[in-house]
């Protein structure tokens, strides 16, 4: 069953294949935050922001959530190529700077 980022009851991103592939994304948007475990561990846990929650769901009729991981990645990527582009990459031979 497919998995996507609620708030409350309102369902606030795509549907993705697996509850990893949400984890991710919230990762990606910043709403995963670090906060001492309760339970003794040395390390912080990550927990979703603002109470949102990952939970399972039915994609919408139109919805391919094996495409939605897919256009993420993509998008993980050419936001990871321009960010190091902006961080002074020299440009490549035959590129007009």
């Known amino acids: 069953m497919p998995y996507a980022l609620f708030s409350q009851d309102t369902k606030l991103s795509k549907a993705y294949p697996t ?13 995963v935050v670090d906060v001492a475990s309760k339970d003794g561990k040395p ?15 039915r994609p919408d009729p139109q919805e391919d959530p094996a495409k939605n991981r897919a256009d993420a990645e993509h998008e993980a990527e050419r936001e990871l190529q321009l960010s190091s582009s ?11 700077g």
Do not use: F, M
């Open 19 to 31: 509850e990893s592939d949400v984890w991710k994304l919230a990762q990606q948007s910043g709403l």
């Open 43 to 57: 390390a912080p846990q990550p927990v979703l922001d603002n109470d949102y929650e990952i939970r399972p769901c």
């Open 86 to 96: 902006e961080l002074g990459s020299p440009p490549r031979p035959g590129l007009v």
